[in-house]
């Protein structure tokens, strides 16, 4: 009998060890789970998902565990781990909101913004009168050049919630992209009126502003932002030039130099400067700058530098220089005005005129008025020169 009582209390002792196993097990898990949200918080991201695993071992099924590793996963850049997570979530809730926002978030990531949108797809067919949802996928619509859905997305997006500063701003940029200045302005106006001091905001006020030529309100756009802290190479140089337009031009050459010093110039920055030194009477410093606008050129902006220095070369009459720089002009871009300074240069420049004459003749030719009439007295005069000479 002896031997058959030891199997038995050892049976006996098995199931008082699971019976208190199990007494303790969901005490014992939400502290590990506690401690996980503490390091996670700490954004002690593995030290987290190590006890959260620990978790999810005891309870497979528990779509908290699987949504906190899986975001882990994401915050290590481990997605492809982090997507087998919340396609468990989704398996077992196949409308877990937050799974499918974050797959959504990967996709982004991953520049897969059609996959993107087919998440946030369901988003809004799940609820389609949540604002957030509406953003989501108008950012993936945007990502995908696709500017007239994404147009409609926050429209309805900020309908449902007219105080979201970023779809404020997203609206904005579309409408200024699509050259609808009035819808610009009209929703800009609300988003400064909730944020005064937004700096994408204050960014659109001065693009907007420098469209309708507004220069006064470019620089109170521009440096309201400055006054911040932050130092926008582009917006600076439209700081510049817009003080260029008002005629301030010591604090345009200011700015657009600045730019120039920390070495954030660009073909255009040496450009408006040149055209700021010019007004100042600055004549050496506005053809350097010209110059350096023409070594850095590559946009379709090269004509009028070539044409600028070509003016300052021909007010120096230096005729042959400035020949050269009107016909890289012409060569960029035939307007008619650079064929009347090419054919003026000419005419002073060559003791031969058949080349001045052809050039004013084909001036007259283009229909262009600016300079028509001196152009036809030059060929009346050539033309009798001509005939007076043989």
């Given amino acids: 009998m002896r031997f058959k009582v030891i199997p038995i209390l050892i049976t006996v002792f098995w199931l008082a060890a699971v019976q208190a196993e199990s007494q303790v097990g969901s005490p014992v898990l939400e502290e590990k789970y506690r401690q996980a949200m ?8 593995d030290q987290a998902q190590a006890l959260l695993s620990d978790c999810y071992h ?49 996709a982004e990531r991953e520049s897969n913004y059609g996959k993107a949108a087919g998440y946030y797809q369901r988003l809004i067919q799940m609820d389609s009168t949540n604002a957030f949802y509406f953003k989501k996928n108008g ?9 007239l859905p994404a147009l409609g997305y926050f429209l309805r997006a900020n309908e449902l919630n007219d105080k979201d500063i970023e779809t404020i701003d997203q609206l904005t940029d579309i409408y200024l992209a699509l050259n609808q200045l009035d819808y610009a302005g009209q929703i800009l106006t ?55 337009h008002l005629d301030s031009l010591d604090r345009a050459v200011f700015h657009l130099k600045a730019i120039c010093d920390r070495e954030a110039d660009s073909e255009y920055t040496h450009h408006f400067l040149g055209l700021a030194y010019r007004q100042q009477g600055q004549i050496d410093e506005a053809a350097l700058e010209f110059e350096k606008a023409i070594e850095m050129g590559i946009s379709d ?29 012409y060569d960029f871009d ?12 000419a005419d002073h420049y060559y003791k031969d005129k058949k080349i001045a004459l052809r050039q004013y003749e084909q001036y007259l030719a283009t229909g262009h008025q600016a300079y028509r009439e001196v152009a036809t007295e030059r060929v009346r005069l050539l033309k009798e020169q001509q005939f007076l000479s043989k």
């Fill in 38 to 45: 503490a390091l996670m918080a700490a954004f002690q991201f």
């Fill in 58 to 106: 005891h309870e497979p099924s528990n779509t908290d565990y699987l949504l906190k590793i899986a975001y882990c996963n994401v915050q290590t850049g481990r997605y492809p781990d982090a997507k087998l997570f919340y396609a468990q979530v989704l398996k077992l809730d196949s409308l877990n909101a937050e799974a499918l926002g974050a797959l959504g978030n990967i």
């Fill in 139 to 147: 950012f993936a619509a945007r990502r995908r050049d696709q500017a």
């Fill in 190 to 244: 609300k988003g400064l009126q909730l944020d005064p001091r937004n700096l994408k905001l204050l960014y659109n006020k001065a693009t907007l502003e420098n469209k309708l030529k507004n220069y006064d309100l470019v620089v109170a756009a521009v440096e309201a932002a400055m006054e911040q802290g932050d130092t926008s190479d582009y917006f600076q140089m439209l700081l510049g030039v817009a003080y260029l």
């Fill in 301 to 329: 902006k090269m004509p009028d530098f070539h044409a600028d220095l070509a003016a300052i070369l021909e007010n120096r009459n230096q005729r042959k220089a400035a020949i050269a720089h009107f016909q890289a002009a």
């Fill in 334 to 345: 035939p307007r008619p005005e650079f064929l009347f300074h090419l054919a003026r240069n």
